[in-house]
């Protein structure tokens, strides 16, 4: 017989914090998983300190059976994606449950009833909470721990999801590089250095004494690069201002690039120290100790052998031209060497549309493989 299943509404910050924390006791016997710091996960899920909520609204739920928590969710909405889609669009996220079909369905229930109450016509996800933060949910490559800002999952996750009559809609793949002593293609190397031959194309470092007009111009050559992804949605200025701030502790200007032609900022590239690798034993806290560790570990004295590639694009303007693909395979390499340099060892470049074979056949000719999978479900609501 199975026990009652009650679905409340996180209200508070105390609820808020066990919706937090909920992971912790559900993924104890998974090595790989990585909890997140609380205090990030708090922040993001606030209102007051995200600029998400200034175009978004969010709701929160916690299951409950015979007095445990055992599964967590939210549904979004988000006003700028009916305005760029012309949809009425619903998200959800944040989804971690149990291995009970009963209790997926609990919470998939109450998510889908909220966002049909709302006038949502339909549903996607997982988004947690943005198509630019933590995006689908995880089916293949559970044998390795996420990398930062990538998600992590149980198996049964994806049974949980379809079991409840939802369909897969898009396929999206992390790809994992080899780093150190990698060498390129002749081809390729031909290609850059042919490119780069009469100048105009120039690789520069971020200059972190300019460092908030560089990032700018880095998110903005982001913004235009993806701009035809699947649900792209560009940063807002409130968005891009947080993300500029959030990132100076994480940036390195001898991993962060700008191609320039002509002396114009056209591609760039952001390699980010895999700060996954970094906190993994601090179980989500900063306290008393954490900070310390991590500040420590982060810059005092690195010793991390991992970076994530979260960043990387070409204008729209020279995508599919010989000085698009020049600038990228030089970003590439580029960043690719001040990482070896650094003692760094593999990368993770992600995400990655199924799709999108232009850019899988770049990754995959300089030695990338793919080997985690994250995939996207939606349902008529």
């Known amino acids: 017989m199975t ?21 912790l006791s559900l993924y104890k016997n998974d090595a790989n998983w990585v909890a997140p710091l609380t205090m990030e996960r708090m922040e993001i899920l606030n209102p007051k300190k995200n600029p998400y909520f200034e175009h978004a609204k969010a709701k929160l739920w916690l299951a409950y059976q015979d007095g445990k928590i055992v599964g967590r969710i939210t549904a979004q909405i988000d006003e700028l994606v009916e305005q760029r889609y012309h949809e009425k669009i619903g998200h959800f996220g944040f989804f971690d449950c149990i291995n009970d079909q009963n209790v997926a369905n609990a919470l998939l229930d109450t998510a889908f009833s909220w966002l049909k109450s709302e006038g949502r016509e339909k549903v996607i996800g997982p988004f947690s909470l943005s198509i630019n933060e933590e995006t689908g949910l995880l089916t293949e490559g559970f044998d390795t721990p996420p990398s930062l800002m990538m998600n992590h999952a149980l198996p049964y996750f994806q049974d949980l999801i379809t079991g409840y009559g939802m369909e897969k809609i898009k396929d999206l793949w992390a790809y994992y590089l080899k780093i150190d002593n990698n060498i390129l293609p002749p081809t390729i190397d031909k290609l850059i250095k042919r490119s780069m031959r009469d100048g105009k194309i120039r690789l520069r470092p971020i200059n972190m004494k300019n460092y908030e007009e560089d990032l700018k111009t880095i998110l903005d ?17 409130t968005e891009l201002n947080k993300t500029v701030k959030d990132l100076k502790l994480l940036i390195r200007s001898d991993f962060t690039f700008i191609a320039e032609y002509d002396g114009v900022p056209m591609a760039m590239m952001v390699t980010l120290p895999n700060l996954n690798e970094i906190i993994k034993d601090l179980q989500g806290s900063l306290f008393p100790f954490g900070i310390f560790k991590l500040l420590w570990r982060l810059k005092l004295r690195p010793n991390y052998k991992t970076v994530r590639v ?8 020279y995508q599919n031209t010989a000085v698009g693909g020049a600038m990228a395979f030089a970003l590439i390499e580029e960043c690719r060497i001040h990482a070896e340099k650094a003692g760094c060892t ?19 000719s300089i030695g990338c493989w793919k080997y985690k999978k994250y995939c996207m479900y939606t349902k008529t609501l």
Request: overall charge negative.
């Open 3 to 23: 026990s009652d299943i009650t679905i409340t509404e996180v209200t508070n910050n105390q609820i808020l914090k066990q919706f937090v924390k909920f992971p």
């Open 221 to 237: 050559i982001y913004n235009d690069a993806w701009s035809d992804n699947w649900m792209s949605l560009p940063f807002t200025e």
């Open 310 to 317: 979260p960043l990387m694009g070409v204008r729209k303007e």
């Open 346 to 364: 593999h990368a993770e470049l992600s995400w990655v549309l199924d799709e999108n074979t232009r850019l899988s056949k770049m990754l995959e």
